[in-house]
């Protein structure tokens, strides 16, 4: 299994990169969304990857974090989800978007990707919502964004030193939060769902913020 690849991107084309490791091109197929964010020709670039093998096919897909690797491999498990449907929603929401759709049962975002219809749609969030507080829970560690770049073997010595590359605040924030509703009590569904609504409402807030914000929405009305 390759789980990861970093080395120069050679080559861009619609729907994947060519990346060039120890003189090896590796195809990966990746989202318009993490296309757009990749550099140029001759840069260096890291991805997470994931590899899809059929009897007459080998293609590797690769994400930007652990966490949207995650998503990709859970919504491929969704009957009707192929990689295109779900490198599709992947595009169209990202990993955190997929993430608070799901918790909401919010399937007309996931219809909202090319090529994804109501019924699968509904699937997706049917299927998935009892996952997605744990991955939720994990995000602080899953939501690792890829820094680091391709070194010479100058400079080599150098990397034992470089700090690790830090998670998305917000990701972070969201999984520190449905942690501690969860030590409160609250059920994993409701407690993801409410985290959800709180980040869609305010996606910089940090932990004690979102921890107040969810803690509003659950509280008894009336």
Request: net charge neutral; aromatic share 4%; glycine share 12%.
């Amino acid at each position: 299994m390759i789980g990861r690849i970093a080395g120069r991107l050679v080559h861009r084309g619609p729907d994947h990169v060519m990346v060039d490791v120890g003189g090896v091109g590796y195809i990966v197929h990746v989202s318009d969304r993490t296309l757009a964010a990749l550099p140029g020709p001759g840069e260096a670039v890291a991805l997470f990857t994931d590899l899809l093998v059929r009897e007459d096919l080998l293609q590797l897909y690769g994400f930007p974090t652990l966490m949207e690797r995650e998503w990709h491999r859970l919504l491929m498990g969704v009957q009707g989800i192929g990689a295109k449907a779900s490198m599709a929603i992947l595009g169209t929401l990202g990993a955190e978007g997929v993430g608070r759709a799901v918790a909401l049962g919010d399937w007309a975002a996931i219809k909202a990707a090319p090529g994804v219809g109501p019924k699968i749609a509904q699937r997706v969030v049917n299927e998935l919502k009892g996952k997605a507080p744990a991955v939720m829970a994990a995000g602080a560690s899953l939501d690792e964004v890829v820094t680091e770049t391709p070194v010479s073997q100058d400079a080599a010595a150098d990397t034992s030193r470089r700090s690790a590359p830090r998670p998305a605040p917000s990701a972070t924030a969201q999984a520190e939060a449905l942690s501690a509703l969860g030590n409160l009590g609250y059920a994993p569904g409701e407690a993801a769902e409410a985290v959800a609504r709180a980040a869609g409402e305010a996606p910089e807030a940090e932990t004690p913020a979102l921890i107040r914000a969810a803690l509003k929405l659950l509280a008894p009305k009336g």
